[in-house]
Each structure stands twice: as structure tokens, then as C-alpha cells.
């Protein structure tokens, strides 16, 4: 079992940035990709970035440019630093992680991301 604990979510104005943390604990023996998703009210929960354990990196196109993923692996954590947010930004953040050659999902409890205009 791995647990996940998110950080860093809140009420900003556009334009303003937010650092998203969340760190991973339990069974990380085989700690693969670690991500954020997003799920608006009333839409799809969406894939926003992810991150390999070698450092390979991809993003959703509304948030390239704007948006950076890291990890530190010593610290079994993910990051996310959003910048030049924006009120279509407004959503639950999750966390995920994969474990294992199969890559099998584990979610944090969402942290609430509010972009007011």
C-alpha cells in the first residue's frame, strides 16, 4: 500500500502561482511515474503533468508553459509549481503515483485549487 499526502492548495488570484507538494509513503519499493490530475465540477478528471523516475516529463497543452513538475526522490515527493494561473485552473487537484511493473494507481485525498478573476 502506498499513502499519499497533497499540500498546498488554495484561493489565488489570476495570474498569482501555487506550489502543489505531495508525498508518497508505505510500499515504495517500486516507485514509478508520479503525476497531478485535475477534475473540474461537472468534467472529466484530466491528466495535468507527470513525471518518469528519470526525469522524463509530459503536460497537458492547456498548462505548458505555465505549469512545472518535479520530484525528489530521496524525498518519495512530487511537485507541482503553477504560475500565471488562470479561473479555468479552478479544480481538485490529485495526486497519483505508480507502483510496479504493472503501474498501478494510487490517488491522494485532492487538494482544492480556486483561481478567482
Known amino acids: 500500500q502506498v499513502q499519499l499526502v497533497e499540500s498546498g492548495g488554495g484561493l489565488v488570484q489570476a495570474g498569482g502561482s501555487l506550489r502543489l507538494s505531495c508525498s508518497a509513503s508505505?510500499?515504495?519499493?517500486?516507485?514509478?511515474?508520479m503525476g497531478w490530475y485535475r477534475q473540474a465540477p461537472g468534467k472529466q478528471r484530466e491528466l495535468v503533468a507527470e513525471?518518469?523516475?528519470?526525469?522524463?516529463?509530459d503536460y497537458v497543452d492547456s498548462v505548458k508553459g505555465r505549469f512545472t513538475i518535479s520530484r525528489d526522490n530521496a524525498k518519495n515527493t512530487v511537485y507541482l509549481q503553477m504560475n500565471s494561473l488562470k479561473p479555468e485552473d479552478t479544480a481538485i487537484y490529485y495526486c497519483?503515483?505508480?507502483?510496479?511493473?504493472?503501474?498501478?494507481?494510487?490517488w491522494g485525498q485532492g487538494t482544492q485549487v480556486t483561481v478567482s478573476s
Open positions: 513525471i518518469t523516475k528519470s526525469g522524463d516529463t
Open positions: 508505505g510500499s515504495l519499493f517500486r516507485l514509478n511515474t
Open positions: 497519483n503515483v505508480k507502483t510496479g511493473v504493472s503501474m498501478t494507481d494510487y
